[in-house]
Nanobody, 125 residues
Framework: QVQLVESGGGLVQAGDSLRLSCAASGRTSSRNSMGWFRQAPGKEREFVAAISWSGPGTKYVDSVKGRFGISRDNAKNTVYLQMNNLKPEDTAVYYC??????????????????WGQGTQVTVSS
């Protein structure tokens, strides 16, 4: 099994920054990509960003391009989501996920095999 633990969420003001972390443990040898998703109250889970575990590939949803950055530390089995210039519409529970999908970091939640418990990000105006 794989365990994913997110941290770093909180309450911030618009324009502030946060860095989310996702630490993976357990049987992570089959991982190919890691992704971040978010879900706001009353809305469906939305793709935010993803990164290939062994290559340079990254993907972002258009609404966060230029503000968010996804990165990884292979030695620590940890993926990060740096979020800058946060906006109230970024308010959501943020989840990290892992996939064994081999054809580049996917944007569909259905492609991901393991999920963390989520961390709340609240941005006040």
């Amino acid at each position: 099994q794989v365990q994913l633990v997110e941290s770093g969420g909180g309450l911030v003001q618009a324009g502030d920054s946060l860095r989310l972390s996702c630490a993976a443990s357990g049987r992570t040898s089959s991982r190919n990509s890691m992704g971040w998703f978010r879900q706001a109250p009353g809305k469906e889970r939305e793709f935010v960003a993803a990164i290939s575990w062994s290559g340079p590939g990254t993907k972002y949803v258009d609404s966060v391009k230029g503000r968010f950055g996804i990165s990884r530390d292979n030695a620590k089995n940890t993926v990060y989501l740096q979020m800058n210039n946060l906006k109230p519409e970024d308010t959501a529970v943020y989840y990290c996920a892992m996939t064994s999908f081999a054809l580049g970091p996917p944007t569909s939640a259905a492609r991901y095999d393991y999920w963390g418990q989520g961390t709340q990000v609240t941005v006040s105006s």
